[in-house]
């Protein structure tokens, strides 16, 4: 059974920062794409940033240059470092993944969510 389990959130100031981890567990074969989503009360899911794995990038206009994705092959875990912060960047974050096992083929998986609160 795959997992995603992610960590990271809390309260920082505007101008801080945070990374966000999501850990991907269970009989992995391979992550084809992963991608972090944020949602604030009564509004859609948002895509943030999308990593392929053959390493191209996609980032939403209001995070370019100040967010960026990145995995680490070792430990099917990826990140989303989040520097600048400003308020509006308050939602919670979910971590998606495409992962190939073996038993159920290629699936999306999504992580818990993880708040994440920037005061100004």
């Known amino acids: 059974q795959v997992q995603l389990v992610e960590s990271g959130g809390g309260l920082v100031q505007a101008g801080g920062s945070l990374r966000l981890s999501c850990a991907g567990s269970?009989?992995?074969?391979?992550?084809?794409?992963m991608a972090w989503y944020r949602q604030v009360p009564g509004e859609q899911r948002e895509l943030v940033a999308r990593?392929?794995?053959?390493?191209?990038?996609k980032y939403a206009d209001s995070v370019t240059d100040r967010f960026t994705i990145s995995r680490d092959y070792d430990k099917n875990t990826f990140y989303l470092q989040m520097n600048s912060l400003k308020p509006e960047d308050t939602a919670v974050y979910y971590c998606?993944?495409?992962?190939?096992?073996?038993?159920?083929?290629?699936?999306?998986?999504w992580g818990q969510g993880t708040q994440v609160t920037v005061s100004s």
């Open positions: 998606q993944a495409n992962i190939y096992t073996f038993a159920q083929g290629s699936v999306d998986y």
């Open positions: 990593l392929t794995s053959a390493g191209s990038t």
């Open positions: 269970g009989n992995i074969f391979k992550i084809n794409i």
